[in-house]
């Protein structure tokens, strides 16, 4: 801070950003409340206006709430997508100052030292802001002071503006919960008649300090300027791109490829050093006509292997029309995730390493999303025990549930002429005239009452592994109720 220039500090506190957000993009006059799951009880977290006018309160149980306002509307919270948007906000703040840091979770601090007078002074800066966020559909209570912990409680327990140098009158006649303490102290200041803060002012510091410990008095302090609390403002996260201008232009697919290879050694350092890998990468690539041309890459899973990433291009840069030279090339990972080190075999890696690679290298002719894999579902019902999910975007599983094993077609359950409950010594299938050699069974399988099947309504199902003298593995099963036999599975 420059010497001469007084320390000011701005706390933008929005009381129901989490709806509020929610509202912006589908508006309603209606009561409307956000819920969070705490303890196995559906709880309210945040709330509109038209809510808290009906006598609700953020942490009340949904069921009480909804017996208070029947025509109450909810949604489930998602944490992270307000954490997303409030760094958002976080951002946006920095057209008034440099210094922007959270407050919270719901919460922005500024410090706008030096910088008022670009927006008509103090007065005209909060009037911008407020503005600027009620036009968003944000709800806002501003405070100004000297100090982050005055700012803070201003915006929070009476909204307003202090006077430079002259933090205990505008704090004076706050209650002592405005220093941010825990309920616990704030409740036992109040018992000893120390409801506001000029009360805690006026008392004797020492038995305080006894009583209460020392965080009450440094909070005490801080908020009026005797200690100091610094605002420590948001990183912008990590942008990684790397590029390379060329003293001669380039048309050769190898002397592009060379050029690749090394921005993606710079690339992959910078992911290394922060423990990220590559899901998607954008080269773009400069003609000396200034126009450009851009190669998408999108990755099975998280990488930082050049030597891997490398021959993953080759494809989609073959297709480049260079023109009269390329003197520019500029690659970028447009998304990452989180890829900390592992420990892993050297037989292991390699195998997982091909695999992907293969995905990847399918995936950029017919879309990732079009690869699939089988995964074990949670049921004991043929047609439930399994799930398609994209192969980029899930694990292998390491085994399947089922200690008995299933067929590897399935298809739905084909009759077959016979009615005894022991499997048919002779019987037809497909125009075809089968012999019963062995049968193994049976496994016995209950329909699940709580799921709505039509094709399990008859009820239990008696499964048999059924080979046949003609090479055929069938898996039949006989349902007891309606007697008949069906073969809905046939193994490899």
Not at 98 to 115: A, C, Q, T
């Amino acid at each position: 801070m420059f010497d001469g220039i007084q320390r000011r500090v701005v706390s933008l506190w929005f009381p129901r950003l989490a709806s509020d957000q929610i509202l912006r993009r589908c508006p309603s006059g209606a009561p409307f409340a956000l819920t969070l799951k705490q303890s196995n009880i559906n709880r309210l977290y945040c709330l509109n206006a038209q809510a808290t006018q009906q006598g609700l309160h953020p942490g009340m149980p949904y069921s009480d709430a909804r017996a208070f306002c029947p025509n109450l509307q909810t949604a489930p919270v998602d944490l992270l997508q307000g954490q997303r948007f409030l760094q958002i906000l976080c951002r946006w703040a920095t057209r008034y100052c440099p210094w922007v840091g959270l407050e919270g979770r719901d919460g922005l601090v500024l410090d706008i030292s030096g910088s008022a007078h670009l927006f008509g002074g103090e007065k005209g800066m909060l009037s911008d802001m407020r503005t600027r966020l009620t036009r968003a559909g944000l709800s806002v209570q501003i405070g100004l002071a000297d100090t982050r912990a005055a700012a803070w409680a201003l915006a929070h327990h009476g909204e307003g503006l202090a006077s430079p140098g002259d933090m205990l009158s505008a704090l004076q006649n706050l209650p002592v919960a405005a220093l941010q303490l825990d309920e616990k102290t704030s409740t036992a200041l109040t018992r000893l008649g120390l409801r506001k803060i000029g009360d805690l002012v006026a008392a004797p510091r020492a038995p305080l300090t006894r009583r209460f410990g020392p965080d009450v008095l440094r909070r005490l302090d801080q908020a009026v300027g005797q200690q100091p609390e610094g605002i420590t403002p948001l990183a912008d996260p990590p942008h990684y791109a790397v590029r390379m201008t060329l003293p001669e232009p380039i048309g050769l697919i190898s002397d592009v490829m060379a050029g690749t290879e090394r921005l993606l050694t710079q690339l992959c350092a910078k992911l290394k050093a922060q423990e990220m890998g590559a899901r998607g990468l954008t080269i773009t690539l400069r003609r000396v006509d200034q126009d450009h041309q851009e190669v998408e890459l999108r990755l099975a899973r998280p990488l930082r292997d050049p030597h891997r990433i490398l021959p993953l291009f080759e494809r989609g840069l073959t297709g480049v029309d260079a023109g009269f030279g390329i003197d520019q090339l500029r690659l970028e990972a447009t998304q990452v995730e989180a890829l900390p080190a592992q420990q892993l075999t050297h037989v292991s890696a390699a195998q997982k390493g091909h695999l992907e690679d293969l995905i990847t290298r399918i995936g950029t002719r017919i879309g990732l999303m079009n690869i699939q894999r089988f995964l074990p579902a949670d049921s004991h019902i043929p047609e439930r025990s399994f799930i398609i999910a994209p192969a980029a975007y899930s694990d292998p599983a390491s085994g399947w549930a089922c200690a008995n094993p299933r067929p590897l077609r399935l298809f739905p359950p084909e009759p077959i002429m016979a009615t005894k409950p022991h499997p048919p010594e002779r019987f037809r299938w497909r125009r075809m005239s089968l012999t019963t050699a062995r049968a193994t069974g049976p496994e016995r399988i209950a329909p699940e009452w709580w799921l709505e099947d039509d094709n399990w309504r008859s009820g239990l199902r008696d499964y048999w592994r059924v080979e046949t003298t003609q090479g055929r593995r069938l898996w039949l099963f006989y349902t007891p109720q309606s007697p008949g036999w069906f073969v809905q599975g046939e193994f490899a």
